[in-house]
């Protein structure tokens, strides 16, 4: 099976293609902006390097957010793109689950593996998980979650974690992230490892977990978005000034009944 796979949730661009017998993996650096750019060509040439046409692809995954808005609207776009042009089922991967699953964090650690992406303004995107225990069904890396996917400050985050022992954070932002949690009083007595081989195990990550999913579950429905657990600058900016002319509006009312 020939399958292509990005992730474009941070400011790092992450393209994947896997066949049977190649597999080439890129990471490029920079301005979520750029992803528009830069993902398509990066896609045609490493189809050029596997001697296969965009056509011979027989399944495209994604990650589907939280992340950044316009990187995960790009990603997915695209994706979407090339499933309904080409006639290929898509499947879209939570990227803060790909991210705690990278290289089997989760089924070697004894604690809580938390996932986190910058979400800026001083907030971060969260999750955290465990290796499962107890359930026949259970595979060597399942996993289970400890905390959904969360949007919060750096106090809201800390006073989640607070309960575990030990903490292994992972994710494109983790160094930092984990440096934050050392300065917490609530962690001077606690164990925090960083994974630093996530960002480079992304992309083959998406590639096993998006089969696994696609054998499972199926293709996504064409019309299935990114996944933002809050609403994006423009969508607040918009808000705020319905606000305002709503209650210039109510005032002049006011004022003329006066």
């Given at each position: 099976?020939?399958?292509?796979?990005?992730?474009?949730?941070?400011?790092?661009?992450?393209?994947?293609?896997?066949?049977?017998?190649?597999?080439?993996?890129?990471?490029?650096?920079?301005?979520?902006?750029?992803?528009?750019?830069?993902?398509?060509?990066?896609?045609?040439?490493?189809?050029?390097?596997?001697?296969?046409?965009?056509?011979?692809?027989?399944?495209?995954?994604?990650?589907?957010?939280?992340?950044?808005?316009?990187?995960?609207?790009?990603?997915?776009?695209a994706?979407?793109?090339?499933?309904?042009?080409?006639?290929?089922?898509?499947?879209?991967?939570?990227?803060?689950?790909?991210?705690?699953?990278?290289?089997?964090?989760v089924?070697?650690?004894?604690?809580?593996v938390?996932?986190v992406?910058?979400?800026?303004?001083?907030?971060?995107?969260?999750a955290?998980?465990?290796?499962?225990?107890?359930?026949?069904?259970?595979?060597?890396n399942?996993?289970?979650?400890?905390?959904?996917?969360?949007?919060g400050?750096?106090?809201?985050?800390?006073?989640?974690?607070?309960?575990?022992?030990?903490?292994?954070?992972?994710?494109?932002?983790?160094?930092?992230?984990?440096?934050?949690?050392?300065?917490?009083?609530?962690?001077?007595?606690?164990?925090?490892?960083?994974?630093?081989?996530?960002?480079?195990?992304?992309?083959?990550?998406?590639?096993?977990?998006?089969?696994?999913?696609?054998?499972?579950?199926?293709?996504?429905?064409?019309?299935?978005?990114?996944?933002?657990?809050?609403?994006?600058?423009?969508?607040?900016?918009?808000e705020?000034?319905?606000?305002?002319?709503?209650?210039?509006?109510?005032?002049?009312?006011?004022?003329?009944?006066?």
């Amino acid at each position: 099976m020939n399958v292509l796979v990005c992730d474009t949730s941070s400011q790092a661009l992450t393209t994947g293609l896997f066949t049977d017998t190649f597999k080439e993996v890129r990471t490029l650096q920079g301005r979520t902006v750029q992803h528009s750019e830069r993902l398509i060509p990066t896609v045609i040439e490493m189809c050029n390097d596997a001697k296969i046409d965009t056509k011979d692809i027989d399944l495209l995954v994604c990650t589907r957010g939280p992340g950044s808005f316009t990187g995960l609207r790009i990603g997915m776009a695209a994706f979407k793109g090339m499933a309904f042009a080409l006639g290929k089922p898509i499947v879209s991967v939570s990227t803060l689950e790909a991210y705690a699953s990278c290289v089997g964090c989760v089924s070697a650690f004894e604690g809580a593996v938390v996932p986190v992406i910058d979400a800026k303004k001083q907030r971060w995107y969260l999750a955290a998980f465990s290796k499962s225990h107890g359930s026949s069904n259970a595979g060597q890396n399942a996993i289970s979650r400890l905390i959904p996917d969360t949007d919060g400050t750096e106090a809201d985050l800390v006073g989640a974690l607070s309960p575990y022992c030990n903490v292994l954070v992972t994710g494109p932002d983790a160094q930092a992230f984990a440096e934050m949690l050392t300065m917490s009083q609530c962690f001077k007595d606690k164990h925090i490892f960083v994974d630093t081989k996530a960002n480079e195990a992304i992309a083959t990550t998406l590639y096993e977990l998006g089969i696994k999913q696609y054998e499972t579950n199926g293709a996504d429905d064409i019309g299935q978005g990114p996944v933002y657990l809050r609403k994006s600058d423009a969508e607040i900016a918009l808000e705020e000034k319905q606000a305002a002319q709503k209650l210039s509006a109510t005032n002049q009312a006011k004022a003329k009944e006066v």
